[in-house]
């Protein structure tokens, strides 16, 4: 349910880079306090499979400060490299 078919078309299907991955919020022009984001949102790469597959993996991967340390991590990141190289063959911008 973190990584499934589903998960991916979902996440793959984002309209636009704020959708995807980014933490600026739609129409944003500046860096102005107004623009920044309610803490606790979530883009839909981020959410799941980004930080779904941390918290499963748990140990050192679901602790910020220590998730580098596990091999996985290496793995994990690659993979959301690829989805976003993905979405951008399909015309998307960053």
Do not use: K
């Amino acid at each position: 349910d973190m990584v499934g078919p589903q998960v991916i078309s979902r996440v793959m299907q984002s309209p636009d880079f704020e959708a995807f991955g980014s933490s600026r919020p739609q129409g944003q022009d500046s860096a102005a306090p107004r623009w920044q984001r309610r803490a606790g949102s979530r883009t839909e790469l981020e959410f799941n499979p980004h930080d779904g597959v941390h918290q499963s993996i748990g140990g050192s991967m679901a602790v910020v400060d220590l998730a580098s340390r596990d091999p996985v991590f290496f793995l994990h990141h690659a993979n959301v490299d690829r989805l976003w190289s993905s979405w951008n063959a399909r015309g998307n911008a960053n």
